[in-house]
């Protein structure tokens, strides 16, 4: 029986890093088909290409050039910019669709840059930007990066060029993970606890941080892995960008200061340094805890994530809560009216700048309708009787010039998706047809398709011809019937990886790139492996209900039923108390409360759970030391940790 209690999947969706299999053949990539490479080709008339004035954009400022590697404590690498040399030739290969391409030079500028009188930003060295802004007295600085050891890098390249000032304010910008990671990299947690240190952060900041990422947090990191493209080398046939920076650091660690300053009003205006910062509201939008900031005396707005130099996801293929894009909307359209006359540089936490009142006041309104149009249409095509896919299909481009606008161009988030996405938002996953009621699950459905198309050398056949005509969505539909049919026919995945690497050779949206060649991959066996890396900060912050409701969901009830039970868990050291009960298979809980005769108690305290969650300390030890106490029938409460599910990271995706 395990009696280790849990390691919240918090530590699967933001700590795992990829090692390869040293055993597992590596397939090359294969070419870009004739009909890709036409299809790639014609790009280049569909958009205005003649525009080169992102170019000079990205570049503008330029304090200090990054080339090289960032490596940790052992001596291995977190981020190497040369992995990326490959973008230096000017003409897009045939296996990258040429917006793309343009996009992923565009966000291969790295260094330390100056957006305007005291406001510098490091770009190009983490999937985020870092800002960083000279007070007083000291330094101010938004979104510390994914890893401490980008962020340090980051910090000591801005020393190297900038006067040395202490960092007195840490500002998270919102609760994702590329925001705040890094934040031991630039200040100690011992300076913020006396005060030395201010940390600022939307209302919720905590609970949104730790909790988006707990109970579905095993899957998350998963999907993930695909969306990020991880696991993909970069180069021309592999991964380029990720549409809102280069890419993801390789290992790295993790971290999280709590906030010492919650922003819970619409607006709020704080002296920082002598620098007055204007924080606006903005829940709901890019994340559910996040806020945009304009600095007065540098007539710049800081747009956090809510308008990037890309079409965003109103729901992530790694998983999330959908977004309302009706909210995304508004927001930027209160921004344009609080700051769109007097903002004379826009900066956001991903990408580049935006310098001139007029670029901005246009980039915010046209960011603004791009958000409306997708929720509203959307809404008035599915008010007409369409289904998601027909939405999808019917929704080809944004409308008037938003089109030819590279920022609302999808890069990151795309139409297909985001118009689903809003689908899901108003009426769920059920298209309405009763014949989607209750499909098959993809096993059973494929072994029903390949029987009724005359068996699999009858569906490699049609796939096949569907290549050869370039109908490359098709013959992935086709494949993913024949490969969940039969797995382990080599000649069905091989087919099936063409069919993907073809289509992603295709995608503008960098994601869709990686998921597509992430998938390419695991078809060809080529495996990835996880690598843990030290996630304390974020056990730490997860509080005791949130560990209840993982506990809840990781409960099997199939083995749970005819189990029943009642138990008091005790929390010593912050007096807090939950009664949980087991029924019918099902664990549930209330807070603040305790049963009068319960079956077993368990007390302990926090800081034990958090090492047995680090598996830094197993159960049986903790109780043989008196970690933990138990009162009554001990062996009731063991039998139920073994009815815990364990879950395993790496189930798969594109094979049953």
């Given at each position: 029986?395990?009696?280790?209690?849990?390691?919240?999947?918090?530590?699967?969706?933001?700590?795992?890093?990829?090692?390869?299999?040293?055993?597992?053949?590596?397939?090359?990539?294969?070419?870009?088909?004739?009909?890709?490479?036409?299809?790639?080709?014609?790009?280049?008339?569909q958009?205005?290409?003649?525009?080169?004035?992102?170019?000079?954009?990205?570049?503008?400022?330029l304090v200090?050039?990054?080339?090289?590697?960032?490596?940790?404590?052992?001596?291995?690498?977190?981020?190497?910019s040369?992995?990326?040399?490959?973008?230096?030739?000017?003409?897009?290969?045939?296996?990258?669709?040429?917006?793309?391409?343009?996009?992923?030079?565009?966000n291969?500028?790295?260094g330390?840059?100056?957006?305007?009188?005291?406001?510098?930003?490091?770009r190009?060295?983490?999937?985020?930007?870092?800002?960083?802004?000279?007070g007083d007295?000291?330094?101010?600085?938004i979104?510390?990066?994914?890893?401490t050891?980008?962020?340090?890098?980051?910090?000591?390249?801005?020393?190297?060029?900038?006067?040395?000032?202490?960092?007195?304010?840490?500002?998270?910008?919102?609760?994702?993970?590329?925001?705040?990671?890094?934040?031991?990299?630039?200040?100690?947690?011992?300076?913020?606890?006396?005060?030395?240190?201010?940390?600022y952060?939307?209302?919720?900041?905590?609970?949104?941080?730790?909790?988006?990422?707990v109970?579905a947090?095993?899957?998350?990191f998963?999907?993930?892995?695909?969306?990020?493209?991880?696991?993909?080398?970069?180069?021309?046939?592999g991964?380029?960008d990720?549409g809102?920076?280069?890419g993801?650091?390789?290992?790295?660690?993790?971290?999280?200061?709590?906030?010492?300053?919650?922003?819970?009003k619409?607006?709020?205006?704080?002296?920082?340094?002598g620098?007055?910062?204007?924080?606006?509201?903005?829940p709901?939008?890019?994340?559910?805890?996040?806020?945009?900031?304009?600095?007065p005396q540098?007539?710049?707005?800081?747009?956090?994530?809510n308008a990037v130099?890309?079409?965003h996801?109103?729901?992530?293929?790694?998983?999330?809560?959908?977004?309302d894009?009706?909210?995304?909307?508004?927001?930027?359209?209160?921004?344009?009216?609080?700051y769109?006359?007097?903002?004379?540089?826009m900066f956001?936490?991903?990408?580049?700048?935006?310098?001139?009142?007029?670029?901005?006041?246009?980039?915010?309104?046209?960011?603004?309708?791009?958000?409306?149009?997708?929720?509203?249409?959307?809404?008035?095509l599915?008010?007409?009787?369409?289904?998601?896919?027909e939405?999808?299909d019917?929704?080809?481009?944004?409308?008037?010039?938003?089109?030819?606008?590279?920022?609302?161009?999808?890069?990151?988030?795309?139409?297909s998706?985001?118009?689903?996405?809003?689908?899901?938002?108003?009426?769920?996953?059920?298209?309405?047809n009763?014949?989607?009621?209750?499909?098959?699950?993809?096993?059973?459905?494929?072994k029903?398709?390949?029987?009724?198309?005359?068996?699999?050398?009858?569906?490699?056949?049609?796939?096949?011809a569907?290549?050869?005509?370039?109908?490359?969505?098709?013959?992935a539909q086709?494949?993913?019937?024949?490969?969940?049919?039969?797995?382990e026919?080599?000649?069905?995945?091989?087919?099936?990886?063409?069919?993907?690497?073809?289509?992603?050779?295709r995608?503008?949206?960098?994601?869709?790139?990686?998921?597509?060649l992430?998938?390419?991959q695991?078809?060809?066996?080529?495996?990835?492996?996880?690598?843990a890396r030290?996630?304390?900060?974020?056990i730490r912050?997860?509080?005791?209900?949130?560990?209840?409701?993982?506990?809840a969901?990781?409960?099997?009830?199939?083995?749970?039923?005819?189990?029943?039970?009642?138990?008091?868990?005790?929390?010593?050291?912050?007096?807090q108390?939950?009664?949980?009960?087991?029924?019918?298979?099902?664990?549930?809980?209330?807070?603040?409360?305790?049963?009068?005769?319960?079956?077993?108690?368990?007390?302990?305290?926090?800081?034990?759970?958090?090492?047995?969650?680090?598996?830094?300390l197993?159960?049986?030890?903790?109780?043989?030391?008196?970690?933990i106490?138990?009162?009554?029938?001990?062996?009731r409460?063991?039998?139920?940790?073994?009815?815990?599910?364990?879950?395993?990271?790496?189930f798969n995706?594109?094979?049953?």
């Amino acid at each position: 029986m395990r009696y280790c209690l849990v390691a919240l999947s918090v530590a699967f969706a933001l700590s795992s890093s990829l090692s390869w299999a040293e055993d597992a053949p590596i397939t090359p990539a294969k070419a870009a088909s004739p009909t890709t490479a036409a299809v790639n080709q014609a790009v280049l008339k569909q958009l205005p290409f003649q525009d080169r004035a992102d170019y000079e954009a990205a570049r503008r400022g330029l304090v200090a050039a990054f080339e090289g590697e960032i490596k940790d404590a052992n001596g291995k690498t977190v981020w190497n910019s040369h992995q990326y040399d490959f973008l230096k030739q000017e003409q897009a290969p045939d296996t990258v669709n040429p917006s793309l391409w343009r996009l992923a030079q565009l966000n291969a500028n790295a260094g330390l840059f100056q957006v305007t009188d005291r406001i510098y930003q490091v770009r190009g060295i983490d999937l985020a930007n870092m800002t960083i802004i000279e007070g007083d007295d000291g330094l101010i600085i938004i979104d510390p990066l994914y890893v401490t050891e980008t962020a340090k890098a980051g910090l000591e390249m801005y020393y190297r060029n900038r006067p040395r000032k202490p960092v007195v304010a840490v500002i998270y910008s919102h609760s994702h993970v590329d925001h705040f990671g890094g934040v031991r990299g630039v200040v100690d947690e011992a300076d913020v606890k006396a005060g030395k240190v201010r940390i600022y952060a939307p209302g919720g900041f905590m609970e949104h941080a730790i909790q988006e990422n707990v109970l579905a947090g095993t899957a998350m990191f998963r999907r993930g892995m695909f969306q990020s493209g991880g696991a993909v080398a970069g180069s021309e046939r592999g991964q380029v960008d990720s549409g809102i920076g280069k890419g993801v650091p390789v290992g790295g660690t993790i971290s999280l200061i709590a906030p010492s300053d919650l922003i819970v009003k619409p607006e709020e205006t704080h002296d920082i340094s002598g620098v007055q910062v204007v924080f606006q509201l903005t829940p709901g939008t890019e994340a559910p805890s996040e806020m945009n900031l304009y600095l007065p005396q540098m007539q710049a707005l800081c747009i956090s994530e809510n308008a990037v130099r890309s079409m965003h996801n109103l729901l992530t293929p790694r998983g999330a809560e959908v977004r309302d894009g009706k909210a995304w909307a508004h927001f930027l359209d209160d921004a344009l009216v609080r700051y769109g006359d007097k903002a004379q540089v826009m900066f956001a936490q991903h990408n580049w700048p935006t310098w001139g009142g007029d670029n901005i006041r246009n980039m915010l309104a046209d960011e603004r309708d791009m958000y409306a149009f997708i929720n509203n249409r959307t809404l008035n095509l599915l008010n007409q009787g369409m289904n998601p896919l027909e939405i999808a299909d019917a929704v080809k481009k944004l409308p008037g010039d938003l089109d030819q606008k590279w920022y609302a161009r999808g890069y990151y988030g795309t139409l297909s998706f985001n118009t689903r996405a809003v689908y899901q938002r108003y009426l769920g996953f059920y298209d309405g047809n009763p014949s989607t009621l209750d499909p098959l699950p993809p096993v059973e459905a494929g072994k029903h398709y390949v029987q009724a198309m005359g068996g699999a050398d009858k569906v490699l056949a049609q796939m096949r011809a569907a290549m050869d005509s370039g109908d490359y969505r098709w013959a992935a539909q086709l494949g993913n019937h024949l490969v969940f049919a039969e797995p382990e026919n080599k000649a069905a995945r091989e087919a099936q990886a063409d069919a993907l690497e073809q289509l992603g050779y295709r995608s503008e949206s960098a994601i869709w790139r990686n998921m597509y060649l992430t998938g390419v991959q695991e078809l060809r066996q080529i495996k990835p492996q996880q690598g843990a890396r030290a996630t304390a900060d974020l056990i730490r912050a997860a509080t005791p209900t949130m560990f209840m409701d993982l506990l809840a969901v990781r409960m099997d009830s199939d083995k749970a039923q005819g189990h029943d039970m009642t138990l008091n868990w005790n929390f010593d050291d912050l007096d807090q108390h939950f009664a949980l009960t087991l029924r019918n298979g099902v664990l549930t809980y209330r807070e603040q409360a305790s049963h009068a005769k319960a079956d077993v108690s368990v007390t302990m305290s926090k800081a034990v759970l958090d090492r047995i969650s680090l598996r830094q300390l197993d159960f049986p030890t903790a109780l043989k030391q008196g970690d933990i106490k138990l009162a009554g029938d001990a062996d009731r409460f063991k039998a139920m940790l073994g009815m815990l599910t364990s879950f395993q990271p790496m189930f798969n995706v594109v094979t049953p």
